[in-house]
């Protein structure tokens, strides 16, 4: 009952759409075949909730006034039609047998209640002459059940073909001099006589069981009975009775469906890949699939019957599994029901393996019975394991080779600077009286030393942008500009450059190293300019947008800024936008230009330093550009 | 005697004899004959400040009127050195020059930190060597008053 209310909440959309589909424009409604679903749905729930006959009631009259074109036939259709969706749905979502067949029979009792009211309502009387509808026969063809009509005697005026078919009445033969009578056993007749007639003159209704007998074979069949009053709609007089009856062997099609619903579990159970569990309310596996099979290494057989605690998921590995599994059992509830959790499992042949474990709780013949989907993730955990492993290495070994490029050129420094102060020394002591050549030697290697002293300078500068302890603040962009700029102020003079420096930012950053990446960044702007042109140097920010951005509050936890430096010196080829920024690259000789070919790599480091990019555009003989985007707090 | 031909005694904790020896011909060739003591390590160093084991004596090792302070040395460090010297070394009163290879930002700071008075890195040139002694020279012993001199 509870599922067939829900489904007519949740899934009214649906339930409408394939009505609409079945029906197919094939009844003349004035208002669409949608709409006149969700009036039915509508009446059914208001049936329900009021527990009266009146919503139904209501909405035949109202039917019969607005449809008056629409026959009953056509109404007892479509109510099929309204059947056939529902049930569809329910044989699809209800999977316990128990309540499914609850919602199948609450559905047969709501529909049955608006084909009574419908045909009470419209049906038309004639005085005390019962005359029913000509239409009416053909509602035999609308329905699989035993539908009579009688007069208030008891004789029978009309049966449809089904009922025809259930007590083995040919077509052909006239039903008009049969009484109600001889269609019952005695003894259910009784009942009828004195109970149900009793009951329907006094309500208007009975339901209960009774027992047909077939007039050919004499064969005995149980049926669920309703008797309901005709009235006339002018006088509201009881003008007859109409009779239903439903034979057990509609049950045949349902277990034919349920049967089907268990074939599909059972296949769905087989043909998954990871293992699926059940176990009973003793706390016992009940289920066991192949797939559980080949995981754990046993069979089914032995496993079967016993704690899930003994075979396959081990108290000692997990402490108060088996209480949580009794609880969740006896309460239905817990903290890892419908979670998933990792669990230790162990297979037949002892090994223990990682687990993700997903759980359901679902009845069975009312006792609670645990589902468990089980997947075996060592294979996952093992290469999560390498990951991890692989990175911590990589780590590891990118931290030594920075401290050991630290170490190297702090200790590389060392002989070097003897060699330059002692070279020195021996050149002002015995210059004099050295010959031109030998002399020349001397100051060759001076300046190969003292380039080494610059190479190594830098390079540990280089390994200081990342081995430097991170200590992030608010920097002014603005600011730092004007301080670079200050600082290179004769550079600037001598080389006659504009500096453009637009709207800055203040981001979190770590103040040396971002004013060491516009120094260098100006620098190079600066070196690498044109002699034919005066160098202008323009140097730009702005917000980048955030795609999430929520409206009236800036988040800027993702917020990103872009730079610009850009020149117009003599700039680069393309294909060489990479290289710049390797260490000790260079695309120059160094007497055109001076350096080492480690500022741009400094500038790379410290962007990636800040979970920023840099990227550099260049054209031959035009300029460069030099792109940096930056968190603005960088995480 | 005047100030100017005054000796004084500078103490040199370094490790490298090379730069031990640069700054002993250098003064020579400048005319300079100060007191110059070589150690190679922070223990002799504070072992020396504080007048203990071979440094009792105070006739045999002088009190120093400067120091000049390596920071990579092995045994004791001058890091090390600087935070004795702070935490004990109130009473001694003697002025330290760090003169070392580092240029770090890290290093400068610390130094700082630990109350050096003045932070030098080792020049690279003879030429540079000569003009740093003659300003140390100059400033210390000739424009300020050393808490040493009575």
Known sequence: MDNLLELFRTRRAEICDAFSRRISGSLPLKQGPGRFCEDMIDVILACHERDSRSPAQAWARKLAHKESELSLEQIFASLKCLERSVRFHLLREVVQKKSLLAALAALDDFLDLLRTSCASVISKFDGSAVRFPIELGAIGTASDDFIGLADLQGTILYLNEAGRKMVGLPLSENIEPKSLHSFYTDKSWQEIHDVALAAVREHGNWEGHSRLKHFQTGEEIDVSTKVFVVKSPQTQLHTGLAVFHRSGGDSKVLEGALAEVEARKKTILESSLDPIITIDHNGLVSEFNRAAELVFGHPRETVLGKPPSEVLFPPAKIAGYQNRIDRYLEAGEGSMLGKRTEVTAIRANGESFPAEVAMSISQQSGSPVLTFFVRDISLQKQAEEEQIRYSAELERSNKELERFAYVASHDLQEPLRKILTFGDRLEISCGESLEERDKECLSRMQNAAKRMHVLINDLLLLSRVTTKEKMFERVDLAKVVKEVVSDLEVKIEQTGARVEVGKMPIIMADAVQIRQLFQNLMVNALKFRREEVLPVVKISARFLKIPTQRVGRRSNADEKCRILVEDNGIGFDEKYKERIFTIFQRLHTRDVYEGTGVGLAICRKIVERHNGTIVAHGELGKGATFEIVLPVIPK | ?150
Request: aromatic content about 10%.
């Open chain 2, 1 to 150: 005697m005047s100030d100017t031909e005054k000796c004084f005694t500078i103490v040199m904790a370094d490790d490298d004899p090379d730069d031990c020896q640069l700054l002993a011909d250098v003064m020579s060739e400048s005319g300079m004959s100060h007191n110059l003591r070589f150690l190679p390590d922070g223990e002799e160093l504070t072992d020396y400040l504080w007048m203990r084991g071979r440094y009792t004596d105070e006739k045999l090792a002088p009190r120093p009127d400067l120091v000049l302070l390596d920071l990579n040395m092995p045994k004791l460090d001058g890091r090390e050195v600087l935070r004795q010297l702070k935490d004990d070394g109130f009473e001694l009163r003697v002025p330290i020059v760090v003169l070392t290879t580092s240029s770090s930002k890290d290093d400068i700071s610390f130094c700082y930190d630990m109350g050096v008075s003045a932070f030098i890195t080792k020049p690279v040139t003879f030429r540079a060597w000569a003009e740093l002694v003659k300003v140390l020279n100059e400033y210390w012993f000739k424009l300020i008053k050393l808490p040493s001199v009575d």
